[in-house]
Nanobody
Framework: QLQLVESGGGLVQPGGSLRLSCAASKSPLRYYYIGWFRQAPGKEREGVSCITVGGGRTDYTDSVKGRFTISEDNAKNTVYLQMTSLKPEDTAVYYC????????????????WGQGTQVTVSS
């Protein structure tokens, strides 16, 4: 069974940056869709950014366009989320997940999930 482990979360001031990592336990990572999702207290889980690994398609939710960048390192079976210009409203638990063929960047299309990493943006 594929396992995903997120890391890189933490406390950062508004305007700061963080890079999240999602390491998969095995390949072939290139045949999957990988997504970053987040869930803030009292809110539903939402798609942040997704990538077709090896295929180049990326999607971003409107609120993070121009600030977040998703990327992949197939040699390391790892997907990253570079987050810049962070805002307090970005505070949430961030999860990575793997979806199948045709997945959109919505939680219901993803079936392997990591445990999540907390991102807190506060002064």
């Amino acid at each position: 069974q594929l396992q995903l482990v997120e890391s890189g979360g933490g406390l950062v001031q508004p305007g700061g940056s963080l890079r999240l990592s999602c390491a998969a336990s095995k390949s072939p990572l290139r045949y999957y869709y990988i997504g970053w999702f987040r869930q803030a207290p009292g809110k539903e889980r939402e798609g942040v950014s997704c990538i077709t690994v090896g295929g180049g398609r990326t999607d971003y939710t409107d609120s993070v366009k121009g600030r977040f960048t998703i990327s992949e390192d197939n040699a390391k079976n790892t997907v990253y989320l570079q987050m810049t210009s962070l805002k307090p409203e970005d505070t949430a638990v961030y999860y990575c997940a793997v979806g199948g063929v045709g997945a959109m960047c919505v939680p219901n299309d993803y079936y392997y999930w990591g445990q999540g990493t907390q991102v807190t943006v506060s002064s």
